[in-house]
């Protein structure tokens, strides 16, 4: 069950913090929404968003020009905010932003934690990055950032090879570790349709929908 709350805007504004110190981005405000310089091979700039206005949500949507500009809406939408985005090419429809308590467990077997000294080069040691090898292969991967006492959980994948060998839930343990034994005790992350049956299932709650747009004209 979906369980958006009043506390949506703040929510989301914390875990862009999180997200774009993952992602080693630059963050600014963008009227009510946040523009994360990403910088990757899927797109250039995302513009994250809760609860906008509808004329908050025209403007983005005229902003979102090209193909490597992202816009990502997070909590309900009506048929007006509908047939604005209809304008774009949707990427994502059935996301959700999700929440969990985080303490501190033990670390799995087999998981190694990167990044574990607050010398290392991802924001003073506030980025975990996990892995698990099999047989001296990188089987699966992710990585957390610790804000405050929120951890924004990020990359989390498997490779098909290795899928359904519950690699995902030590990971995610391993992160979990890391990220409580840097104060963090609230988990936030985006999950995909995929992930939310990984998440479901270690007791993460869903927040609010999510759905991610992008432009249709020719970028640059």
């Given at each position: 069950m979906i369980e958006t709350t009043d506390g949506l805007i703040p929510l989301v504004d914390r875990w862009v913090e999180g997200w774009a110190l993952s992602r080693g981005a630059a963050r600014h405000r963008d009227g009510d929404a946040w523009r994360v310089d990403v910088a990757a091979?899927?797109?250039?700039?995302?513009?994250?968003?809760?609860?906008?206005?509808?004329?908050?949500?025209?403007?983005?949507?005229?902003e979102t020009t090209a193909p490597d500009v992202w816009l990502s809406v997070v909590g309900p939408l009506d048929d007006v905010a509908r047939a604005t985005l209809a304008r774009l090419d949707a990427v994502t429809h059935a996301e959700r932003m999700?929440?969990?308590?985080?303490?501190?467990?033990?670390?799995?077997a087999g998981v190694i934690v990167d990044?574990?000294?607050?010398?290392?080069d991802?924001?003073?040691?506030?980025?975990?990055?996990?892995?698990?090898?099999v047989d001296g292969v990188v089987a699966a991967r992710g990585q957390a950032a610790v804000v405050g006492e929120d951890v924004v959980f990020d990359r989390i994948a498997t490779e098909p090879d290795f899928r359904r060998r519950g690699l995902?839930?030590?990971?995610?343990?391993?992160?979990?570790?890391?990220?409580?034994?840097?104060?963090?005790?609230?988990?936030?992350l985006f999950a995909s349709?995929?992930?939310?049956?990984?998440?479901?299932?270690?007791?993460?709650?869903?927040?609010?929908?999510?759905?991610?747009?992008?432009?249709?004209?020719?970028p640059g």
């Open positions: 091979a899927t797109r250039a700039v995302e513009r994250i968003v809760a609860r906008p206005t509808p004329d908050e949500l025209t403007r983005l949507v005229d999700m929440t969990s308590r985080v303490s501190a467990r033990p670390l799995p990044g574990d000294g607050d010398d290392d991802d924001g003073d040691g506030r980025v975990v990055h996990v892995r698990v090898e995902g839930s030590r990971v995610m343990a391993g992160l979990e570790h890391g990220a409580a034994a840097r104060g963090a005790t609230t988990g936030l349709v995929d992930g939310r049956r990984l998440y479901e299932s270690l007791g993460w709650r869903e927040v609010a929908e999510l759905g991610t747009w992008r432009g249709r004209g020719l």
